[in-house]
């Protein structure tokens, strides 16, 4: 089904999420940045290793998730943080798989979840 999209098509989907999205290679560079943005990303990331994106403090559970990602261990890492201008933001990220499970890489995925109240009950 997905052959039949233009690829620009796919991409302007993309950028209409409301979420930031950033996918990183099987290589662990950083290939690809939607336009919805939470995190100032430069044009210059493209192509760096994920982790030099990071503080050096962070390396470690990085290095961790990207090994269990690689493992097929786990395929989702999620935690939550609070900018300094109040946002409440929940960052995701996944491992991407081919139809035979072989790793393609992953994607972060960040979404300001300060107006998610959790609905009432019924």
């Not at 662990?28 to 995190?39: A, L, P, T």
């Not at 990331?45 to 403090?57: A, M, P, Q």
């Not at 989702?76 to 409440?88: A, I, P």
Request: glycine share 4%; charged share 30%; with cysteine.
């Amino acid at each position: 089904m997905l052959e039949s999209l233009p690829l620009s098509t796919i991409a302007a989907m993309l950028d209409t999420l409301p979420v930031d999205l950033t996918f990183m290679d099987e290589k662990d560079r950083i290939v690809w940045f939607s336009g919805h943005r939470i995190f100032n990303r430069p044009a210059e990331i493209i192509g760096r290793d994920v982790r030099l994106c990071h503080k050096e403090s962070s390396r470690p559970a990085i290095d961790k998730m990207i090994a269990d990602f690689k493992s097929g261990a786990s395929d989702l890492v999620e935690h939550f943080t609070d900018k300094s201008d109040g946002r409440k933001i929940r960052i995701r990220y996944m491992a991407v798989r081919d139809a035979l499970g072989d790793y393609l890489g992953m994607v972060e995925m960040a979404d300001d979840i300060t107006s998610v109240r959790p609905s009432e009950p019924v």
